[in-house]
């Protein structure tokens, strides 16, 4: 306890001057010490967490912001008095509480980043850059941490943007003119050290390459205007003079008179050196050196695809050359086999789509730039070639998945959508079927005829199969016994060992399907004999299965009007229920006794938890059914009752009686709480039934006084009553 009574000591200055402002009471101030006495206790203890140091400095932050509305409720803001003990030490301690948390948790990031930025909100620009690089030494392998430090250096003094923002946070408002944001050229120096330190560390992040590419388009962008103000040639021009011109690779000619002002001001050297700038070489090799070190792989043609998207929205001249690098380099890969090179042909299928040349009065949202018949006729040339291109399976789902998106897109133009999808079909064939463009293109055209066609095709692929049972039983042409003969086939050909978890629930799916075609077919168990029995047989692969339907089958009962006790016994009597049938029944049971008029009592519910004691052989198991057996007690006031089921089960928990001991207290909670609740409603009810007799009351008074006042104005001739 000294280190709480040293903390708290160091504060008496600040809470004086607090109290002697009049900005808090002395009943404040007490609670203000007990508060702080008890997170400071919080900090020194075995196992301290981050959070604890969270709400720590939530809590002084929360404190300066009523200092804050007091002191200009006070009219401090007018006549402000010279600065005091309590002025700025509300935020220093918040800082100074994350500093604390930065130095017990160093290897987490977000604390890290908490710290910075609190500082960089209360502009505390030395602050930041300590912190970090501090944060850099701990997190070498973080770009989030590099691209913040350089965000910095060129935006001193602005609030850091968010970590999860971090990414898109860059130099970008180097270029924009109409940015608020204030932009420091001279940090253009410091925050390409940064990120070039960051890419020597993580050389194939897309994130850092992204930012850096952008601070040199940026700071060229920045240049070609500061140049152009000072009447420099190749600072002047719509798209940059003649440094831009050739950066374009447009080539319209020498720079007028007005453009050549200024020639020869950087020596001969220094002139070749700022044509070259002009002409974006800097950032040609940026883009060279991020093409080379991020690869050819999927990740790499990704990472084009995203330089392109910033490409299309960013203002400069450049965008033109820059566009022309990365489109050759995508032409490299085009050459080549698998899905990168079908991702590749895709890109420069449709870049007319996307690609727009710079102009300065032209803001650039990103997205498709045609319109009207151009954007027809662009879609008709890209359907045509994609019809003609004979693609292996990587070329079908690249551009698949590229038409399903412009199917989406289209919802609202029929002409459009019939030829995404007549390209689709095409599209599905010349790729050789595969599954998850066949599913694709059954989604958009749901026919039984087509989904027959797929499914045959690939009889153990459970999507697609599922997809063939649902388009069978809506159309509604299908018999109820053929139906039934294409379920069997479908779960008989999708249910396998040793199936990955999202495969394992891709083919229960399947099973439900035919789960709800039996029920829809017949309204009585006969119905379900099937399916149940099938269960039992082929899904014995899945154990799941056979528990999860026996579970739909138990509802299914209920809901049709049997007994609770009647449809427990068909159950337990014919399909060997096991402990999982009774976990995913009890929800049905549950609801039947909350439903109006359900016939589930309480002595149901006991002999449905004595079956499924019945079952259950593991501790775990046990400790399930007990404490889903005492909530449900609880739920109807029987505390007692639950509280002897829990104690018979405590004596057979072995190692999982630690998790009885804490259901059974959330148990405990929860109820508590919800009488809580409920006492307080009642209250709530018993007020507004108070105010309404009072308003009641007060009503027949005021009748009663203005019928006197109308009689005796009647008297005195002053009112006349019709």
């Known amino acids: 306890m000294e280190k709480v009574q040293f903390q708290l000591e160091a504060t008496l200055p600040e809470l004086k001057d607090l109290y002697d402002k009049g900005l808090f009471s002395k009943h404040e101030i007490d609670q203000i010490t007990k508060r702080r006495t008890a997170y400071e206790t919080s900090l020194i203890r075995g196992q301290t967490r981050k959070d604890d140091f969270f709400k720590y400095a939530e809590y002084e932050i929360n404190l300066e912001r009523l200092r804050k509305i007091r002191w200009k ?38 604390v890290w980043l908490a710290y910075v930025e609190f500082a960089a909100n209360q502009g505390m620009t030395k602050v930041v850059a300590k912190g970090l690089n501090s944060a850099l030494q701990h997190h070498a392998l973080s770009p989030t941490i590099y691209l913040l430090l350089s965000y910095h250096h060129l935006h001193p003094g602005a609030p850091l943007p968010r970590a999860a923002d971090a990414a898109s946070a860059s130099a970008s408002s180097a270029a924009s003119s109409s940015s608020g944001e204030s932009f420091a050229l001279e940090g253009t120096g410091p925050a390409r050290t940064t990120l070039l330190l960051g890419l020597r560390v993580l050389p194939a992040s897309h994130e850092l390459w992204t ?13 070609r205007r500061r140049w152009a103000v000072l009447g420099i040639a190749g600072g002047t021009g719509a798209n940059g003079g003649e440094g831009a011109d050739e950066g374009n690779g447009r080539g319209q000619g020498q720079g007028t008179a007005d453009e050549l002002v200024g020639e020869g001001s950087f020596g001969p050297e220094g002139e070749d050196a700022r044509r070259q700038i002009l002409r974006g070489e800097l950032v040609v090799h940026a883009l060279g050196g991020a093409l080379e070190k991020v690869g050819d792989g999927t990740d790499g043609v990704a990472f084009r695809q995203q330089l392109l998207r910033v490409f299309h929205v960013y203002p400069s001249p450049l965008r033109a050359r820059a566009l ?29 789509l996307y690609d727009r040349p710079y102009d300065p009065q032209v803001k650039d949202e ?5 319109e009207g018949l151009e954007y027809v006729d662009e879609i ?9 291109t004979k693609g292996d399976e990587a070329w079908g789902e690249v551009v698949g998945d590229w038409l399903v998106e412009r199917i989406m897109e289209t919802g609202d133009r029929p002409e459009l959508r019939e030829l995404f999808v007549a390209t689709l079909k095409a599209v599905v064939k010349s790729s050789g079927y595969p599954p998850r463009l066949c599913l694709a293109h059954l989604a958009l055209a749901p026919t039984p005829a087509l989904a027959r066609s797929y499914a045959q095709r690939y009889p153990a692929d459970a ?19 053929e139906l039934a003969a294409i379920c069997e086939s479908a779960v008989r050909g999708v249910t396998r060992d040793h199936l990955p978890e999202p495969a394992r629930r891709e083919v229960e799916a399947v099973w439900l399907a035919w789960a709800e075609c039996a029920a829809t077919a017949g309204a009585d168990a006969d119905a379900w004999k099937p399916v149940l029995r099938a269960s039992m047989t082929t899904g014995a692969a899945i154990p799941s299965v056979h528990a999860l339907l026996l579970a739909r089958f138990f509802a299914a009962e209920l809901a049709r009007g049997q007994a609770v006790a009647a449809a427990l ?6 399909y060997r229920p096991t402990s999982r049938f009774f976990a995913d029944a009890f929800d049905a049971l549950d609801a039947e006794a909350r439903a109006e008029g359900a016939g589930a009592t309480d002595k149901d519910a006991a002999a449905f938890y004595t079956a499924w004691r019945g079952v259950t052989k593991d501790a775990a198991d046990k400790v399930d059914a007990a404490l889903r057996y005492a909530r449900w007690l609880c739920a109807r006031r029987k505390g007692y009752e639950a509280g002897k089921v829990v104690d018979v089960v405590r004596a057979e928990a072995g190692d999982e009686r630690e998790r009885l001991e804490v259901g059974w207290r959330e148990i405990m909670d929860d109820t508590a709480a919800g009488d809580k609740d409920m006492g307080s409603e009642n209250e709530e009810a018993e007020d507004a039934d108070e105010d309404d007799s009072d308003e009641s009351e007060g009503g027949d008074e005021s009748e009663d006084e203005g019928g006197e006042e109308a009689e005796s104005a009647d008297d005195d001739g002053d009112l006349q009553m019709f």
């Open 324 to 352: 022309d690098v990365v489109y050759d380099d995508l032409e490299r890969l085009a050459a080549g086999p698998g899905r990168p090179a079908a991702m590749a042909r895709l890109e420069l299928l449709t870049r007319k």
């Open 211 to 223: 930012e850096y590419i952008k601070l040199e388009l940026g700071w060229v962008e920045a240049l």
């Open 463 to 481: 999507p697609l199969q599922l997809a063939y049972l649902r388009a069978a039983r809506d159309d509604g042409s299908v018999p109820a016994r």
């Open 569 to 574: 016994r068909s159950v337990t009597a014919t």
């Open 380 to 388: 008709g040339r890209i359907a045509r070639e994609i019809r003609k």
């Open 73 to 110: 409720k006070l009219k401090y803001h007018v006549n402000p008095p010279p600065p005091s003990a309590s002025t700025y030490s509300l935020p220093r301690r918040a800082l100074y509480i994350l500093k604390r948390a930065t130095a017990k948790f160093p290897g987490d990031v977000a």
């Open 366 to 370: 990103g997205g498709v730039v045609l």
